[in-house]
């Protein structure tokens, strides 16, 4: 079983760790990225909101950085992560190939995964009516009428956020679940509110053309926005002893992109909403201008 070293191992090919990798391995530290483009949020992402992107292809965008990346001098490995362990001040990254490999200093950024709806045509609707992200995707919508699923603060900030936008808008939960000032916000707001109901069946072939709901009541929708939040990103952070942020879904990190272990920095969308690229690249160069700093001082045993 082989055991290489890297001064800095970056978890995730998205866009916050391909720029981490840009930015630390020009610090002249040993880099390597362990992930696959193919596997990030971006990937089959149409961007518009993106201020350094023309034609919002988000596969091209991960190729260009990747390119980049390795350009520059940074190692990839296309492969999973199983486990992540420390031993005194080693961090010890376990591979899906049983590959061992040894660092002073990570970057986690795994991105996370939505919750979906698991409803039958879902899948195939996303990018044609059916959206994980109100700030991405609502000017789409403009005037025309949509529905967003989920009562906690995304779903119903992003139903506030809809108002600026289009003036039917349905939210549609089990449950509300936000402060006080957001649900006087709501109340005070046009959206229309059906509480203790679920969506059962998403209507259309080729776009969205509504949503039925468990009462039978059928909602012609343009657009369905399902707002429940991310799961499993955090889990080979929280095995680590990484701390989360207060909702236990996401990494704490400081304006420094660090996390509360020595040496292990975090960014990008496991660092917590808003999910976008550009929230991604900027936590990303950050995390690669303090990591690479982190290992060049731990290299020079001056920590
Ligand atoms: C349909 C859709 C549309 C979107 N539209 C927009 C938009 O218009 N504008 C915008 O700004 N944002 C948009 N986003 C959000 C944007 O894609 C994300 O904010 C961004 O990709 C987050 O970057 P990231 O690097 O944090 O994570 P990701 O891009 O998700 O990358 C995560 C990386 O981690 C790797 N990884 C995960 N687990 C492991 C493991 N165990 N071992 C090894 N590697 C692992 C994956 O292989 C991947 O390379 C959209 C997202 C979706 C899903």
């Given amino acids: 079983m082989t055991e290489e070293f890297y001064d800095v191992i970056i978890l995730g090919a998205g866009p916050a760790g391909l720029q981490a990798a840009l930015h630390a391995v020009r610090r002249k530290v040993s ?11 971006a990937f089959r992402a149409h961007i518009e909101n993106f201020c350094c992107l023309e034609g919002g292809s988000g596969s091209e965008m991960l190729q260009l950085a990747r390119s980049k990346a390795e350009a520059s001098g940074a190692g990839f490995l296309e492969e999973d992560v199983m486990s992540l362990d420390r031993e005194e001040d080693v961090y010890i990254v376990e591979m899906e ?3 061992r490999l040894k660092t002073h200093a990570l970057v986690l950024a795994m991105g996370v995964s939505r919750k979906t709806l698991g409803l039958s045509g879902e899948k195939g609707l996303v990018g044609k009516g059916v959206s994980y992200c109100v700030d991405c995707d609502g000017p ?17 900030s992003g139903a506030m956020t809809m108002g600026s ?9 089990n449950k509300l679940d936000v402060g006080k000032q957001l649900a006087q916000s709501l ?8 509480e203790g109901r679920k969506v059962t069946n998403i209507k259309g072939d080729d776009t969205v053309t509504g949503v039925l709901l468990d009462d039978d009541t059928e909602l012609t929708v ?14 080979l952070a929280g095995n680590l002893g990484v701390i989360l942020d207060d909702t236990m879904q996401y990494i704490a990190v400081n304006k420094k992109q660090e996390t509360n272990l020595p040496g292990v920095y975090a960014a990008g969308d496991i660092c917590g909403p808003p999910w976008q690229v550009a929230k991604s690249v900027g936590e990303g160069c950050v995390a690669g201008l303090e990591v690479a700093a982190y290992a060049r001082r731990r290299k020079s045993r001056t920590i």
Wanted: with cysteine.
């Fill in 31 to 41: 880099v390597l990225v362990i992930g696959e483009i193919a596997k990030s949020s």
């Fill in 187 to 194: 109340k005070d707001s046009d959206v229309i509110v059906h």
């Fill in 140 to 156: 789409l919508y403009r005037d025309e009428p949509v529905a967003i699923v989920g009562g906690g603060s995304a779903a119903v």
């Fill in 222 to 235: 343009n657009g369905l926005f399902i707002e429940l939040g991310a799961k499993g990103a955090v889990e």
């Fill in 165 to 173: 936008y289009t003036s039917e808008i349905h939210l549609i939960c």
């Fill in 97 to 99: 190939s049983n590959q």
